[in-house]
């Protein structure tokens, strides 16, 4: 009976192994060509994916189905200066909030006790990706913007792959179930469920896999660096004029903070002078009385 049952595992496995050979050449013939161009980096100036309509017609007709429902993962990052800090961070949460995304982490960091430095503010959010235009228009409107940049991760031939290796696993599960059944020994009943285990487990992780993809796919991540400044920096394009006014004008505020940074220093350095001040004072003075004395004991 022991040779039986594991002729008949070892028949079953072997199936299953077939299946699953089949099933991941299929799905590698069929997504060949939206596995190329896998990721992509793009920025501000141009945000379009790399497929071309007639990449897609190259395709057959069972294909099709895969690639109209491709799997994306997208991410934005966007440098962005403002005057008005505090307001534009209250907005930027209200915002994700109202998109129903959310902060997957946030960090604020400036204006320390004894520091001039102006604050910065770094969040990693994540907002529906049917969304994530609103939102980055929304970000462009309330700030300025000086540096964006798009990176597109296709995936879909490894999920399409997981999804393959998850079907063939519950079928394999369903014959192990059927044959836990008709399992007479306790021994059999043992190798049997062992093999049930490792089986289950493997679908739980695969599961997991899928439910992560899921969400990166879902979900678009923007990291967000959110610069404090006195003057947003001049991003749009300028003619002649233009740039000589915009040159002269943070020369002189430069020229200025810089006046202001000294009388600052010398003005918080006062408390460091004082000692040394009163010993060059008494030191003067120390030397008028000797020289006095002096004279005196000459006139006699």
């Not at 190329?36 to 990449?55: F, H, I, L, N």
């Not at 109202?98 to 907002?127: K, P």
């Not at 879909?156 to 079907?167: A, G, I, K, P, Q």
Request: contains cysteine.
């Amino acid at each position: 009976m022991k040779n039986k049952l594991s002729a008949l595992i070892t028949g079953v496995l072997a199936f299953c192994m077939v299946i699953m050979c089949f099933t991941a050449c299929g799905s590698k013939g069929h997504n060949q060509k939206t596995a190329d161009g896998a990721s992509g980096y793009v920025t501000e100036d141009s945000v379009e994916m790399e497929s071309t309509d007639e990449e897609f017609n190259e395709t057959s007709t069972s294909t099709g189905a895969v690639t109209d429902n491709r799997k994306i993962i997208e991410k934005i990052e966007m440098t962005l200066q403002t005057k008005t800090f505090d307001d534009l961070v209250l907005d930027i949460e209200t915002k994700i909030k109202a998109l129903g995304g959310y902060v997957e982490s946030s960090e604020i960091t400036g204006r320390e006790v004894d520091s001039n430095n102006n604050r910065r503010a770094n969040f990693t959010v994540r907002i529906p990706k049917e969304k994530s235009e609103e939102f980055s228009t929304f970000v462009s409107k309330t700030s300025v913007v000086i540096r964006r940049a798009v990176t597109t991760e296709d995936i879909t031939l490894t999920y399409v792959d997981t999804e393959s290796r998850l079907e063939v696993l519950k079928a394999e599960k369903e014959s192990l179930e059927k044959l836990l059944t008709t399992a007479s020994s306790v021994e059999d009943i043992i190798i049997v469920r062992e093999k049930l285990t490792t089986v289950i487990q493997d679908i739980e992780a695969y599961s997991s896999r899928l439910r992560t993809f899921d969400n990166l796919v879902d979900y678009t991540t923007i990291t967000l660096t959110v610069q404090e400044v006195e003057r947003t920096k001049v991003v749009e394009k300028q003619n002649a004029w233009q740039q000589i006014g915009t040159n002269l004008a943070n020369n002189f505020a430069n020229l200025w903070n810089g006046i202001v940074d000294i009388f600052v220093f010398a003005v918080s350095s006062i408390p460091y002078l004082i000692i040394p001040a009163v010993a060059v004072v008494a030191l003067i003075f120390g030397l008028k009385i000797a020289k006095s004395k002096k004279n005196k004991k000459d006139s006699q």
